[in-house]
């Protein structure tokens, strides 16, 4: 019988627990729960949304090159990438991956993949059916 050791996800954290940048960029907090789903709720706080503003351009550059169409502005960058991110590492919690890490508690490579894939999945689909002008 083998052994099997999972090695924690290293966290970098550059902004500090206390003072009033604590107050600004961690205890600012977002749910969002409908019809009670997520079970527990979705929780992000400031940082967590600003790392996942730079994701999600990051995720628009991407499905661009990946499927020569754009997916839509910021906006819609930052909904993708937030339910990417979401169902990715909900599936990461349990499957850790070798290469993640954390920034302020958001797995940054588990966020990365699963955005570019509900991304490019959303612009395949809405080109499909006609949705997309280039």
């Known amino acids: 019988m083998s052994a099997f050791v999972v090695a924690a996800v290293p966290s970098f954290n550059p902004i500090p627990n206390s003072g009033i940048l604590n107050q600004i960029f961690h205890q600012t907090d977002a749910t969002v729960q ?16 600003i790392i996942l503003i ?29 339910i990417g991110a979401y169902i990715f590492e909900t599936f990461a919690q349990k499957n850790r991956l070798p290469v993640d890490f954390a ?32």
Do not use: C
Not at 114 to 128: D, E, H, K
């Open 34 to 49: 409908v019809l009670d789903w997520p079970t527990p709720a979705y929780h992000i706080n400031l940082i967590q949304l």
């Open 54 to 82: 730079v994701l999600a351009v990051v995720v628009l550059f991407v499905t661009e090159k990946l499927t020569k169409q754009k997916p839509g502005g910021v906006v819609t960058g930052v909904i993708l990438t937030v």
């Open 103 to 134: 920034l302020e508690g958001v797995l940054i490579v588990s966020s990365l993949i699963g955005a570019i894939i509900v991304s490019v999945f959303y612009t395949l689909i809405r080109g499909m059916f006609g949705g997309s002008k280039k």
